[in-house]
């Protein structure tokens, strides 16, 4: 049972743009979430993370939107840049001890 | 920079055996966790302990153990090797509680033949 998921497996920007990222979550328990990056042959990096008693959080160029009634979350990229390409993770939990993660969305910023 | 560290980066085993992952937290994190990376899917959680103690456990069979240290370092163990363990074993550490990230190490590749 896949509680968090990102539907999108991969996405393409140009170098300026917005890139939007989504995921969505079935367990209404979850009060927790968290986007982390990763470059190939290296672990997760922590990104950004929301409180689900928020509905917004920002980062510099990082945002992560909550809208806890349609279970869905979001992170926006602005501007984006080469560097930024990479397979982002979404992450939920409920207890502080697990995570549950989506499969991924590659994110190509082309220059 | 998250401190975890982990070893080896990679291990090739045969199926049937046994095999043992390390793990060293960052420091000041009382809080270890493994997550099992396939090809082409997200981290799924294995187990999690805290003060040497299994503190939460995945969808995992009893084959999968691990062990906590005083000095918070951690191992993973996996016993009779099958061909789909094969993936990226991801150590995790953290603060216990809520409201926290965990900060992963660059993981080990294991491939069972």
């Known amino acids: 049972d896949q509680q968090v998921k990102q539907n999108s497996p991969s996405l393409s920007v140009q170098e300026g743009r917005i890139s939007i990222l989504n995921c969505d979550y079935t367990n209404s328990m979850f009060d927790y979430f968290l986007w982390y990056k990763k470059y190939p042959a290296e672990g997760p990096t922590f990104l950004i993370s929301i409180s689900s008693i928020k509905d917004k959080n920002e980062d510099g160029r990082f945002t992560v939107f909550l809208n806890k009634s349609a279970k869905h979350l979001s992170l926006h990229i602005v501007p984006s840049q080469p560097g930024d390409s990479a397979v982002y993770f979404c992450?939920?939990?409920?207890?502080?001890?697990?995570?549950?993660f989506g499969t991924g969305t590659s994110l190509t910023v082309i220059p | 920079e998250t401190g975890v560290t982990q070893s080896p980066t990679h291990l090739i085993k045969t199926r049937g055996q046994q095999v043992t992952l390390r793990c060293s937290s960052q420091s000041g994190h009382n809080t270890v966790s493994w997550y099992q990376q396939a090809l082409g899917q997200g981290p799924q959680f294995i187990f999690q302990y805290y003060r040497e103690e299994e503190n939460g456990r995945g969808n995992f069979p009893p084959r999968f153990s691990g062990l906590q240290f005083p000095n918070y370092s951690s191992e993973l163990n996996v016993n009779a090797l099958e061909l789909d363990d094969s993936a990226l074993y991801l150590c995790?550490?953290?603060?216990?509680?809520?409201?926290?990230?965990?900060?992963f190490g660059q993981g080990t590749r294991l491939t069972v033949v």
């Open positions: 992450a939920a939990t409920n207890t502080g001890n697990q995570f549950y």
């Open positions: 995790a550490s953290s603060l216990v509680g809520q409201d926290t990230e965990a900060f």
